[in-house]
């Protein structure tokens, strides 16, 4: 029961946040632009990191972070899209996406904290069961209900819950207690990089040369920090 405030963390102030957040942006930004907004969640675990569990902050991992948010800037194309769009982001949007990736970042700290006494599997089970909880007042004055009688909501939902969720926060959480919060929250810019590659092979979106570079960049941000020492 003391430690119940860790699950808080993890499951409401950082699971339902980013989520809620992180869809919000999507809506009001595109998908492009979320995505680099979430990807300031390095930014928050690293200062985070070293305000509570005295993480150092070296030259290497802040290369790697400017390299990596550079090739996510890449891969999704945002520059690009704003470029020949010539529009700006609303004020909202922008809060939403920064506000993503916070409650995104927020997931290494109050994670690493328990993993301290608890294994990854045990946080990860807490962490949904109290975001659940957070989330069920919201499902009864909406349409869960009712969507669930449309069978491909159902299909999707699974997907979504066990391919793109747990087995991933289980991942994540088992990546936590081998490694620094910091470099586990870089190692995570891996995600715009399979995004792109799944994009080209599953639904045959062309591969940019802003694309490949982003990947590159990715790609030597990752051997950076775990190459040394960082």
Not at 40 to 49: E, G, K
Not at 145 to 155: E, M, N, P, R, T
Not at 190 to 214: C, K, M, Q
Request: proline letters at 2%.
């Amino acid at each position: 029961l003391s430690d119940l405030w860790l699950f808080v963390g993890t499951g409401v102030l950082s699971l339902v946040l980013f989520s809620v957040l992180y869809f919000t942006a999507q809506q009001l930004t595109g998908l492009s632009a979320a995505s680099v907004l979430l990807y300031t969640a390095p930014c928050f675990v690293m200062i985070m990191s070293a305000i509570f569990f005295h993480e150092i902050i070296t030259g290497r991992k802040i290369l790697a972070l400017g390299l990596a948010f550079a090739g996510c800037i890449c891969t999704t194309g945002l520059l690009s899209s704003l470029f020949v769009g010539g529009g700006g982001l609303s004020t909202a949007g922008i809060l939403c996406g920064i506000g993503s990736g916070l409650g995104y970042a927020l997931y290494s700290i109050f994670g690493n904290a328990a993993l301290k006494k608890y294994s990854s599997v045990t946080v990860t089970a807490y962490t949904f069961l109290f975001s659940a909880l957070a989330l069920i007042p919201f499902c009864l004055r909406g349409s869960l209900f009712s969507a669930l009688g449309d069978s491909s909501v159902i299909k999707t939902s699974l997907l979504l819950s066990l391919i793109s969720t747990i087995a991933p926060y289980l991942l994540y959480t088992a990546g936590l207690s081998l490694t620094q919060p910091g470099k586990a929250s870089v190692m995570a810019f891996a995600e715009p990089v399979v995004a792109t590659l799944v994009g080209v092979a599953v639904f045959g979106e062309r591969l940019t040369a802003s694309g490949i570079a982003g990947i590159a960049l990715i790609f030597i941000s990752l051997i950076i920090l775990n190459t040394g020492k960082a």
